[in-house]
């Protein structure tokens, strides 16, 4: 029994220190970004790994200005609001209705929906981009947010026809009897106790949409009112002449609102997975 405990410890402490360093492997890039956020170009060319000198704080004011910064950060606010209502709204009442509707179609319409997941973005961005212009959706923060419903529902309806599996259907039937219609049950009912996973969903979304490089870079690069932040990072990096410091100060002013968020609502996160977890 001693035996068995001490090897149980000792498994333990390894997968400890394996998580250690893959945490440390994930980090270590973000670290240098910091870094070299707080540097000089001169620091940035003769040693990325090195601490700054000192702390050139002045890269934030530049770049601020430069980017104006205020501008994009609404940018980002509007296509990430008008991505996250959509996303949800459609993802929990598509799971709504396939988990409600269990027919012979409901199966093969759930597989089609999550389809899309397992197709790479890359084989079809021409074609979308295409698509986009016919319909005046590019070159528009607004166009650009509907986008990502496409990108992001087939996921969200995964999660969201997982959890729906654990609220009792008598819950609808008592909704109904009491004269709510299928619609006024989903929204008054279903959708408030759907909240665990929606707080997830909406994390999640919102660190890919924020931080998106290549759907903003063909939709919208090519008008400056419409730029992302990430966007106008990448204007520091240049063919012949890249000011790396800039860059990287424009990257941690980029990615900053995003961190925030995801670290005030962490704690969410893990509340609807263990809640899905337990309820399944």
């Not at 709204?89 to 999550?114: E, G, P």
């Not at 026809?161 to 008598?170: A, G, H, Q, V």
């Amino acid at each position: 029994m001693m035996l068995r405990t001490k090897r149980n410890k000792l498994k333990l402490g390894l997968l400890e220190i394996f998580a250690i360093a893959v945490g440390a492997l994930y980090i270590y890039p973000v670290f240098l970004m910091f870094n070299n956020s707080l540097k000089t170009f001169r620091e940035v060319i003769v040693d990325v790994i090195a601490l700054p000198s000192r702390l050139a704080i002045e890269n934030f004011s530049t770049v601020v200005k430069r980017m104006n910064y205020g501008k994009l950060f609404m940018n980002n606010l509007i296509i990430t609001f008008v991505g996250i209502v959509g996303i949800v709204f459609f993802s929990a009442i598509t799971a709504y209705i396939l988990d409600r509707t269990r027919n012979r179609y409901t199966k093969f319409v759930q597989f089609l929906i999550i389809t899309p997941m397992l197709i790479p973005f890359q084989t079809f961005m021409i074609t979308l981009l295409k698509t986009m212009n016919t319909f005046r959706l590019s070159g528009s923060l607004l166009g650009l947010g509907v986008q990502y419903w496409g990108f992001g529902i087939p996921m969200a309806t995964f999660i969201y026809t997982n959890f729906m599996k654990t609220i009792p259907r008598e819950i609808d039937e008592s909704a109904m009897i009491d004269g709510a219609t299928t619609f006024q049950t989903f929204m008054r009912v279903i959708f408030p106790m759907l909240k665990p996973i929606t707080v997830t969903v909406i994390v999640l979304d919102v660190m890919w949409i924020w931080n998106d490089f290549l759907l903003p870079l063909l939709m919208v690069n090519s008008s400056e009112k419409t730029k992302t932040l990430v966007l106008a990072a990448y204007t520091f990096v240049g063919q012949y002449n890249t000011q790396w410091h800039f860059a990287m100060t424009a990257m941690v002013l980029a990615v900053v609102p995003s961190i925030i968020f995801f670290i005030l609502l962490q704690k969410h996160i893990v509340k609807g997975v263990v809640a899905g977890a337990v309820k399944g």
